[in-house]
């Protein structure tokens, strides 16, 4: 049984890596309702949301 099998290293892995998978749909969560938003405040101010502007 080598390192990589280390069933402590494995658990605390697994741990981070379940840590970084929450932020990550914390993050996509934020970004859907930020698009939303965005969204509805063009929509507000009669800005098409895609317009750029020169």
Known sequence: MGEKDDPGRLRAE????VRELAKSQV?????GKL???LE?????????????RR
Not at 14 to 17: A, E, I, K, P, T
């Open 14 to 17: 697994n741990q981070r890596l």
């Open 27 to 31: 993050v996509v969560e934020i970004m």
């Open 40 to 52: 509805h405040i063009s929509e507000s101010t009669g800005t098409p949301p895609s317009s750029r």
């Open 35 to 37: 698009q939303g938003l």
